[in-house]
């Protein structure tokens, strides 16, 4: 049995979306690992998900890392 609980680390004020319980804390409750943050505003935090896919999807379709041969940045050619 551990004397001391190791903390998770983040302030009051901070938000944070929990990846593992899928729901918005204050503080954080879980583990870094396990969350997305931290975010200024609750409803800033609510959106986390929606962000991460906006993001996804951004990068997904951006032409500067994806080319014909599907190879990625570059296409493995020179220049």
């Known amino acids: 049995m551990a004397l001391f609980k190791k903390r998770t680390v983040g302030k009051p004020g901070e938000w944070y979306y929990c990846l593992e319980h899928h729901k918005v804390e204050e503080g954080p409750d879980c583990p870094g690992k396990d969350r997305f943050g931290p975010y200024a505003s ?3 935090a609510e959106r ?3 962000m ?4 996804n999807l951004e990068w997904e379709t951006d032409p500067r890392w994806h080319d014909a041969s599907g ?9």
């Open 42 to 44: 609750r409803p800033e």
């Open 52 to 55: 991460a896919r906006e993001r």
């Open 48 to 50: 986390a998900m929606e």
């Open 71 to 79: 190879k990625g940045p570059g296409g493995g050619q020179d220049g």
